[in-house]
């Protein structure tokens, strides 16, 4: 069952957000997309691992969002036990309009529509500051994983695909 999302979602939604919990955030704003995690890092001066990716899968169908690293990948079977799930795919650019608002490379993991599962990864934690996008495919804000946690009510959990030992 699709949940229909008429309302297209931006920074201003973004904006909104903050003003209404009276938080003062400075979105930056990049002349370039910053659409991945490599262009983000780049323009922000920062490491890819910082950069907070607001992904949406679907599970049976079933929309669901994992908040994670730049520099990590989600593992759809930790996903697939953790939803009880017979299936996990990566959403498709309809999929991430109609559920979420927001355009692909722009999904931030603020002001997104009720109701939508929401998971932040456990490999945020090694940064203090981390940047989710704002609502656009050229901007970000700057906050912690615990704020992060806090506004958007996301789960933490461990749901990266494992690494080859070389990074942290």
């Known amino acids: 069952m699709k949940t229909e999302n008429p309302n297209f979602r931006g920074a201003n939604e973004v904006r909104a957000f903050f003003e209404a919990r009276g938080l003062s955030r400075e979105i930056h704003t990049f002349g370039e997309s910053t659409h991945n995690s490599e ?3 780049q323009g922000l001066g920062v490491m890819v691992g910082q950069i907070a990716k607001t992904i949406l899968l679907m599970v049976d169908e079933s929309p669901v969002v994992v ?6 990948r989600v593992d759809f079977k930790k996903v697939k036990a ?12 309809d999929d991430v309009t109609t559920h979420t608002g927001f355009k692909v490379g722009a999904v931030s ?3 997104l529509p009720e109701g939508i599962p929401l998971y932040q990864d456990l490999s945020l934690r090694r940064f203090a500051a981390i940047y989710p996008a704002a609502g656009e495919t050229n901007n970000m804000f700057a906050t912690t994983p615990d ?12 749901l990266a695909r494992e690494t080859d030992g070389t990074s942290p």
């Open 82 to 93: 953790l939803r009880g799930g017979k299936r996990v795919r990566l959403a498709g650019p």
């Open 67 to 72: 908040v994670i690293s730049g520099d990590r």
């Open 109 to 111: 993991p603020i002001a």
């Open 147 to 158: 704020e992060l946690r806090s506004l958007t009510g996301a789960e933490e959990k461990d």
């Open 39 to 41: 262009l983000a890092a």
